[in-house]
């Protein structure tokens, strides 16, 4: 986060008395999996046996393996292996490579996880492609030894080390079965130095609401268009209970966050988006400390590979002659759309939230 912004502090003074506002929207239901499998080493942990109570009054069933080997989840076609993935749980150990941080420009400087997989249904998600093999989500047990890792990646010659904890996962779309989220968040409420970003599509944010954050978090809201969200989110709330939930945070004095993402040009995108932009401005009424992520669709041959055959009806535009080829420093590529395109989005969005939220930063758009 650009200096100043990041320092400005926030405190429950700024926030108007919670409100009895009520989200008219659809939430998301909440996850209960199928399949729930510990390994031997996670079930050894504190926070896996967290999670074991958790699943014990949520009467989700588990197993626990005898060692840390997960059984087969393979299906005999994509689609089985598909719908079998999205309901299984597992819960295992973060594995030693987790613990040496990669950062994650522009988003954060550094990224560590919670979780990976998620059980929502994107048409376009981000994580076909990059998590090899099937779906499954995949929770780690080991939060205490996560957290107390991330302390090594505070900068002591920084104002605010800022760190990603959604890159590989939906962190609240898991939350009613791990609790990892309020942990992580009641952490780094004690860490003066560190300032933790993550997003969501869902909207339950009610066991965030009281956590001691101490404005150490930035919770972020993934927003689409109406069009996008209808067709192509598959699980997650709909707009209305996202913006609900986002007003609640900024209510608990939570640092919030846009993340528009993945804008796409879709016929008449300027009137969805405006309505979009209209319906958040409404929703936050209020002085609140505001940030928007701007990012376009893109997608690369083996995401599209994979979400072609996860979502063979799909009606996202994957036509690779309507977009431009990007090359990155390993040599891959991934389709964008064309520089003109990028340009009128960008003009768009930009000058409207300069127009209707002059209190909010752009961190970036891409
Ligand atoms: Fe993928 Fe994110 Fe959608 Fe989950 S919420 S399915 S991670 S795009």
């Known amino acids: ?21 009520q989200s008219q929207g659809r939430s998301a239901r909440a996850w209960k999996p199928k399949h729930v499998y510990f390994t031997a080493a996670a079930w050894e942990e504190e926070h896996g046996r967290r999670i074991a109570e958790r699943l014990d009054g949520l009467d989700v069933s588990y197993e626990v393996m005898k060692a840390n080997r997960l059984p087969k989840l393979g299906g005999s076609t994509t689609r089985e292996t598909y719908r079998k993935a999205k309901n299984t749980l597992a819960i295992v150990n973060a594995p030693p490579s987790q613990f040496r941080l990669t950062p994650i420009p522009p988003s954060a400087d550094w990224q560590f996880h919670l979780a990976k997989g998620c059980p929502a249904h994107c048409q376009y998600c981000y994580l076909a492609g990059s998590l090899p093999g099937a779906p499954v989500t995949r929770a780690y047990a080991n939060l205490d030894q996560i957290l107390e890792n991330n302390a090594a990646y505070i900068d002591p010659n920084k104002d605010l080390t800022t760190f990603e904890a959604s890159c590989y996962t939906d962190p609240l779309g898991i939350e009613h079965l791990t609790g990892s989220l309020a942990r992580t968040i009641s952490w780094f409420g004690d860490q ?22 101490n404005g150490q978090t930035r919770c972020r809201i993934s927003l689409n268009a109406d069009w996008v969200t209808r067709r192509l989110e598959g699980g997650t709330a709909d707009l209305d209970a996202r913006l609900g939930a986002m007003r609640r945070l900024a209510e608990a004095g939570y640092r919030i966050g846009a993340v528009l993402a993945p804008l796409m040009p879709f016929e008449n995108w300027q009137e969805d988006y405006a309505d979009l932009l209209d319906r958040l401005r409404s929703t936050l009424d209020f002085p609140v400390d505001l940030t928007f992520e701007l990012i376009t669709h893109r997608f690369t041959p083996g995401s599209k590979e994979i979400l072609l055959d996860w979502y063979p009806n799909t009606s996202l535009d994957f036509d690779e002659e309507r977009r431009s080829k990007k090359l990155n420093k390993f040599g891959s590529h991934k389709f964008v759309y064309p520089r003109e395109q990028m340009q009128e989005l960008k003009g768009y969005f930009t000058d409207r939230i300069a127009r209707d939220f002059p209190e909010a930063e752009v961190l970036y758009f891409t």
């Open 1 to 21: 986060l650009p200096a100043g912004h990041a320092d400005q502090p926030i405190s429950q003074a700024d926030a108007p008395p919670v409100t009895t506002f």
């Open 192 to 213: 003066p130095a560190a300032r933790l970003r993550w997003v969501t599509k869902y909207d339950d944010v009610t066991p965030l609401l009281d956590l001691p954050h």
